[in-house]
């Protein structure tokens, strides 16, 4: 399942994970999503969301 909100499109970011030694590798901020049940077009559905979006208030839960 891909790592992306539903409502505003935000990705993982990458970036490389850096050891004392200096040793450079790859990895990746995953977008901290949350499964809400959400009034889309006026029926509830389940759709995953970032909690920015959330907090933001661009979703309205169902009851």
Known sequence: MAQVC????KKPLYGSRISHAH???KR??????QSVRALV???A????VCTA????NK???AA
């Open 6 to 9: 539903s409502v505003c499109g």
């Open 23 to 25: 040793n450079v590798t």
């Open 28 to 33: 990746r901020f995953n977008v901290n999503l």
């Open 41 to 43: 077009n006026g029926a």
């Open 45 to 48: 559905k389940r759709i995953r």
């Open 53 to 56: 979006c959330i907090r933001g």
């Open 59 to 61: 979703i309205q839960k």
